[in-house]
Structures are given as C-alpha cells and as structure tokens.
C-alpha cells in the first residue's frame, strides 16, 4: 500500500501538470475535457488475455471521453484484471488515473456456462461507474448473467456508452471521489435457497 501510494502521490502532480501544460494559453473556459487514459495491468490474467483484449476493444469503440490502455509497467497501472476461482467481481467506479480498481476475472462463472468476454466487458463496465442492471436485456452489458447463459453480448448499448462518457466528461477534473465499493457478480441462474 505504501508503495501504491508513493506512486500515486508522484503520477497525480505529474498528469495534471501534463493536463496543464496541453491548454494553450488562449483557450476558451468551454472548451471540451480532455480524454481521460486510464491504463490496465492484465499481467495476473492468465487465461483471460483474449477477452480482456476483446472487451477494451469494445468499450473504446464505444466511449469518447475515456480511453483503456495497457500500463506501460504493471505498478503504475489504475486498474488490475485477475484471474480468480471466485466470482467475478470489481471495484465500483469511475476509476481515475491514479486510483485503484481491481477486477476479478472469476471462473465460476465461466463454469456456469457464461461468455468470457462478455463477464469481462461487464466487469470492466464496473470499473468505468455502471451499475448492475440484472432485469436488462441482453443488448445491455450490465444486465451481466440476467439474459442467461445464451447472452454473449460484449458490447456496452448505446445508453451504457453515454453514461461512461458522462462519468468522464469533466476529464480529470471530477477525478476526487468518495471511496469506492466493490461490486460482487454471481453469475448464476440458480436460485440461491439456504443460508448459504
Ligand atoms: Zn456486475
């Protein structure tokens, strides 16, 4: 942690001085946000690679303000992918460059029959501020395992999108936040009876 911190106390003044020194002078105050980069470390992913590359594809498709990107070395990156034997799960954002999120790429959901790439762009989806939808249909993302195991969806519909670009459109400017909670996916269509 203290380390994490370290990082985070030198890269914070860094990018606003970089988001400084790219206003030219003569800018209006309306002029629009620049795009937030928030940069991921997959190195933990294992098996996952493919869906992880997959889904960022999709979601930079989809949004302007924000953009995903391989960390250039895995301590400097604002959100980890790894590979669990759990459930999925994941920070509930939006992250912000220098912030922390973690997704948990879990397997029991792959077991269940569900979409690699589709629990990983929902997942992501997490990270980028959505909320769960589980009454969606397929065509959302964030309606995660509700759909069903036939549901490969990996692409956010055209409100998800909207709604990222929203979280991001002050760019860096909205980055200070309240702590973040983290979200737990049971990719299951089984009713849960018990005390389990
Ligand atoms: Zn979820």
Redesign the pocket.
């Known amino acids: 942690m203290s380390k994490r911190t370290a990082v985070m106390a030198a890269l914070v003044p860094a990018l606003l001085a970089t988001t400084v020194g790219l206003t030219p002078a003569h800018a209006t105050p309306r002029a629009p946000a620049a795009v937030v980069t928030l940069t991921y470390d997959a190195s933990a992913a294992g098996p996952w690679s493919d869906s992880i590359a997959q889904a960022v594809r999709n979601w930079n498709d989809a949004v302007h303000n924000v953009r995903l990107e391989p960390a250039g070395s895995s301590g400097s990156a604002d959100y980890v992918y790894e590979a669990t034997s759990g459930w999925p799960e994941a920070t509930l954002g939006p992250i912000f460059p220098g912030g922390y999120g973690d997704v948990q790429l879990g397997q029991q959901a792959v077991n269940e029959g569900y979409d690699a790439t589709r629990i990983t762009a929902?997942?992501t989806g997490?990270i980028l501020g959505l909320p769960?939808d589980y009454s969606g249909p397929c065509s959302e993302l964030?309606s995660?395992h509700g759909p069903g195991t036939s549901c490969t969806n990996a692409k956010p519909d055209a409100a998800e999108a909207a709604q990222v670009d929203s979280n991001y459109a002050a760019g860096l400017a909205a980055a200070h936040r309240p702590r973040h909670q983290v979200?737990i996916?049971v990719w299951s269509g089984r009713t849960r009876t018990g005390s389990h």
């Open positions: 929902h997942e997490h769960d964030m995660g979200v996916d």
